[in-house]
């Protein structure tokens, strides 16, 4: 840990303030040609947003480094990665809220993308946003056997047996039963596979060992599946100000949620079973994996 | 070349024919959870085409080979890069088709898969093919510093300074009177950047040096620009069952076009002019580029 430890707070707000600042600079300028689809990408993704994935980019890239220090290369290369999948959700986030998906007209209580601009240029802004990331792995300074894993990763995560698979269970199972096992199953896909490509992803870029990884790995499933309970606690306890999306949407929807299907305290029991996981899961990691241990905190604890 | 020379519609119905096989295996089986996503997956790619992308990439896999044979691991390779190429291609057109885009129900001969599945589906097998298309590359058995390579390149011609970018001031532009050099910019994005792509992945999976790439550039830039005007004189001269899609469309929505532009006789003499810079760019590469050529004049007489 060559940085001054720091509480966890001031940490996660200067990453935050941070990844914002990289994502400015490696996003096309919005003068550049086509205009309207360049202002509409940085919209989409300069829109504020809690910034979790980033973070858990860099706190496993923390908790992975061998030598104690970042070098500059491996600094820009964890920016490239946490900006890749920042730029990953923000275009999933700007395709669900599409009129032929959940057709939400709020989003981190803004307009929308296609409000704001129009449904063609949201679409064209996501589909932009999605080889952006690519790119952005690619020019990642380290071994290139190194950013081919990365690649495959977030390729996997982001694809049809992740991201975009649980989002297409989640369209067809509105207005239908799932069980627990099956939700989880969409979940874990939607929201977990994202997350946890988000972890890996840092411990690979700071050239993670086999033992890391493994400890990295059970982390990362338990704080994914911990994000979407949450999210569906929330989602019935919070308000829409608060929460600056919709709220009760999922409720209104008839669609499938832990909430619906374990209770809200069965979901809460759940939630700390979860933290207790991830907490364990990162002991043999030491003392460089503590803002790791305080973000499983902080997305069990969050109220938005 | 290791291979018995074959004319070369038979050479090229043989690539088409292979491509195919390799597409579908290496799509996701269509039984595999969530079914409709892969079925619509599947229906997007594997509904026949011309497969000029993979044709490419293969000719210029030929036209760069040092050895003059290709071992089993350049096979698979430019299999991988072969097939990401014409899943980034289906993905786009995909997207194009939906309402709110050009809001076509003719793809090919068949319904497109908005029509055919709903629109909520269509839009994910778009998002989840665009990952898959990166996550061959990330597979391919060559060097990671040359999949490196090719990923950066495919990620810029799929993006908002290529493919994408080049959709959005095609929506921009309609009803609008563009320059020929504006049409011209326009189009080297939409379709000339994943034509280029393309020619340069065949060429960087097979290890051209700089001269070969340097002649495939060249080639490659004649091509796909070739390409487009070739739509647009099909778009006037040709009729629906012949096309397999909407003929007529773009005069129609007063989209701007070469013909509409430069007259059908200009647009006609371009295209030969193109051809010619085409053959030139190929005679310091060889016999081995004897593809590349024939697959130029594929391109100019096409006429579907």
Redesign the interface.
Known sequence: MGRKPVDFPEWLSERVEHIESVLDQLL?PAP???R???EA?RYAVLGGGKRVRAALVYAAGEASLQSGSEALAQRIALDHAAAAVELIHAY?LV?DD????DDDSLRRGRPTVHVQF????A??A???L???A??L???MPI???L??QA??L???S????GM??G???D??SVGQALTGEQLQQMHSMKTGALLEASVLLGGIVAGAGSATRAGLESYAAAIGLAFQVVDDILDVTSDTATLGKTAGKDAAGNKPTYVSIMGLDGSRDLLQALREQAHAALLPLGPSAAHLASIADYIVGRDR
Chains 1, 2 share one sequence.
Do not use: K, W, Y
């Not at 129009?118 to 240029?121: D, F, L, P, V, Y």
């Not at 982001?158 to 047996?161: D, K, V």
């Open positions: 096309p550049t040609a086509p309207s689809l360049h990408m999933s395709h599409l009129p032929c998906m129009n449904e063609a240029t679409m064209l996501g589909d932009a999605q080889p952006l690519f790119e792995l690619g020019l071994a290139p056997a950013t081919v690649t495959q977030l390729a996997r982001a694809g049809s047996l975009v698979g989002q297409a269970i369209c067809d």
